[in-house]
C-alpha cells in the first residue's frame, strides 16, 4: 500500500511538516511511504536571490515526483506553503499536468489530503487546504482531513497551526519559525489517519 507525499518547499518549513506526516504514515503496518518533491519552476539564481538555495539543497536528496507515480499510490497526501490562500505555483503547475489522470479516472477513489504552511496565523492556511480540495474532487479522490481527535487542536495555550482540513504551521514573518512540536505531531497524526483509512479501504 503505498503513500505518496508529494511537497513543495522553498525554506524548508514544509519538507520538515512532510517528514513528520511520512513519520506517522510509516506507523501503520503495509504502509510504503514515499517522500517526494514537486518539480521546480524557478530557476537557480532566482532561488538565489531569494535566499533559498541553501534549503533547497537540503531537500535536493529526495526524488522528484512524477505524474506516473500518482496512479501507483492509495493514498496521496500533498504538502504546499500558502500563497495568497491558495497553493503555491509549483503544486499548480504539477496538477496542471496530470490530465491524463483525469481522463483515465486514475486517482478516482483514492484517499487525498492536504498540509500547509503560512508566513503568519491568519494566512489563509485554511483557504488554501480548501481551495486545493477541489482539484482533488475534481479527480474523484476520497478527502481526509486532520480530526479533532487530534487533540492538539483544541489546544489555546499556545499559538499552533493545524485545522480540521490539514495540518499546518506558521512560518513567521521572516521564516524564523520553525513548525513546533504541536504543528509536528498534528502532521504524523494526518500520516497514520490517512494510512489507516487506506489501509482500511484497500482491506
Known amino acids: 500500500m503505498k503513500v505518496l507525499i508529494p511537497f513543495y518547499s522553498l525554506y524548508g518549513h514544509v519538507y520538515k511538516m512532510a517528514q513528520a506526516v511520512a513519520e506517522g504514515a510509516a506507523q501503520i503496518e503495509g504502509a510504503e511511504v514515499l517522500l517526494r518533491r514537486v518539480p521546480e519552476t524557478l530557476a537557480p ?3 538565489q536571490k531569494m535566499g533559498a538555495l541553501e534549503p533547497q539543497k537540503t531537500m535536493s536528496h529526495i526524488p522528484v515526483c512524477t505524474v506516473e507515480e ?6 496521496i497526501i500533498f504538502g504546499t506553503p500558502t500563497r495568497f490562500g491558495n497553493m503555491c505555483g509549483q503544486m499548480r503547475q504539477f496538477l496542471d499536468s496530470t490530465g491524463k ?12 489530503s492536504v498540509f500547509t504552511s503560512s508566513n503568519t496565523q491568519h494566512g489563509g492556511q485554511e483557504a488554501t487546504i480548501i481551495s486545493f480540495h477541489m482539484t482533488l474532487l475534481h ?11 487530534f487533540e492538539g487542536q ?11 482540513y490539514g495540518a499546518s504551521t506558521i ?10 512540536d504541536n504543528e509536528l505531531d498534528g ?13 482500511k479501504l484497500a482491506g
Open 45 to 47: 539564481e532566482v532561488l
Open 70 to 75: 500518482l496512479g501507483e499510490a492509495a493514498a
Open 101 to 112: 489522470l483525469w481522463a483515465a479516472n486514475a486517482l478516482v477513489g483514492k484517499i487525498g
Open 139 to 149: 479527480q474523484g479522490m476520497i478527502i481526509v482531513g486532520l480530526p479533532y481527535s
Open 154 to 164: 483544541r489546544r489555546v495555550d499556545v499559538i499552533t497551526g493545524c485545522s480540521p
Open 171 to 180: 512560518a513567521g514573518p521572516s521564516g524564523e519559525r520553525l513548525p513546533s
Open 187 to 199: 502532521a504524523r497524526f494526518q500520516g497514520s489517519h490517512v494510512a489507516f483509512i487506506a489501509k
